[in-house]
């Protein structure tokens, strides 16, 4: 990030894809400079970045446990720490830019206190302040700690690192695993071989685009970026289907909010933030699209 804005300021480069967060005040009042923010990337658009349980392992079958994690972790820490204010806190799994049928979830909110005590009733138990130890989970043997690995691109390492650190308050023990594009595919999608994971979930411009992969049954397996989590649910599979044969815009939007209340109860994954990018570039460039293909019909000078 300090080598691209050097770059920039240098003369070397026109423009940047995006800014480092905390230069971006410094640069929107420079008057040598312009800057746009926009919800599409090359990847897709609107984007939620997004943390998946593998509700194979047996510590993440009881949705109550899902939901305590939620609760111990503060998503606008996220966006305040990580994103710098750029982006929104997440409301639900739809993205807020899918306006016919994004709808505010009832997700857990942050409260560590809620977080302590669902985990206690669930058998994760802590005493003298050190990690939880499992005393009748089901499938968990006793005294097995409440530890687990968090997979994710080396890029969202300040992601990673706050989770780790907002989750050890509860008593939760977090080893990160930075991989490579390549291997996290491999590990998360083919293998299957990971605890829990945060992934750059785009919708797209419909939800039958970008957010059916990650919920529909039929998307459990080895492709990239679908349903993560392994996550089934008969009722969410057919509303998924009546909105896609569905051609009434209110009526789809009707079945998207019934989606969301589904998946935010079950809680297979956690939606963070919404994140939005703001490119930077010299005064004397035009023609930037508000889009992934942001630089197609720009010219400077």
Do not use: K
Not at 16 to 41: H, M
Not at 91 to 99: D, N
Not at 116 to 121: G, H, I, Y
Not at 131 to 142: I, K, L, P, S
């Amino acid at each position: 990030g300090a080598s691209r804005l050097a770059a920039l300021e240098n003369g070397e480069v026109d423009y940047l894809f995006d800014v480092p967060g905390p230069e971006l005040e410094r640069l929107s009042g420079d008057p040598d400079y312009d800057t746009q923010s926009t919800l599409i990337n090359p990847g897709g658009s609107n984007c939620i970045m997004t943390v998946s349980f593998n509700l194979d392992r047996p510590m993440f079958a009881d949705q109550e446990v899902r939901q305590a994690i939620a609760h111990a972790l503060d998503r606008d820490q996220f966006l305040e720490r990580v994103l710098f204010g750029s982006g929104l806190v997440a409301e639900s799994h739809i993205s807020s830019g899918i306006a016919f049928a994004h709808a505010a979830a009832d997700l857990p909110a942050h409260d560590v206190d809620a977080a302590e005590a669902m985990l206690e009733a669930a058998g994760w138990i802590r005493e003298g302040g050190g990690t939880r130890t499992a005393a009748g989970v089901e499938g968990v043997e006793d005294g097995t700690e409440l530890a687990f690995d968090f997979t994710h691109f080396p890029t969202f390492s300040a992601y990673a690192e706050l989770l780790r650190a907002q989750l050890a308050e509860v008593g939760i023990e977090v080893t990160l695993q930075p991989l490579e594009p390549p291997v996290f595919v491999e590990t998360v999608f083919t293998d299957r071989a990971f605890d829990t994971n945060i992934i750059s979930y785009c919708n797209g411009p419909d939800p039958e685009i970008g957010v059916r992969r990650m919920f529909d049954s039929s998307r459990i397996g080895p492709v990239p970026f679908s349903n993560a989590a392994g996550y089934t649910n008969p009722e969410v599979d057919a509303l998924f289907a009546e909105a896609a044969t569905t051609v009434d815009t209110d009526a789809r939007g009707d079945l998207y909010r019934q989606i969301q209340e589904l998946t935010a109860a079950d809680l297979p994954y956690i939606p963070i933030v919404e994140t939005e990018s703001t490119r930077v570039f010299t005064s004397t460039c035009r023609d930037f699209l508000p889009a992934g293909h942001f630089a197609e019909t720009a010219s400077c000078g």
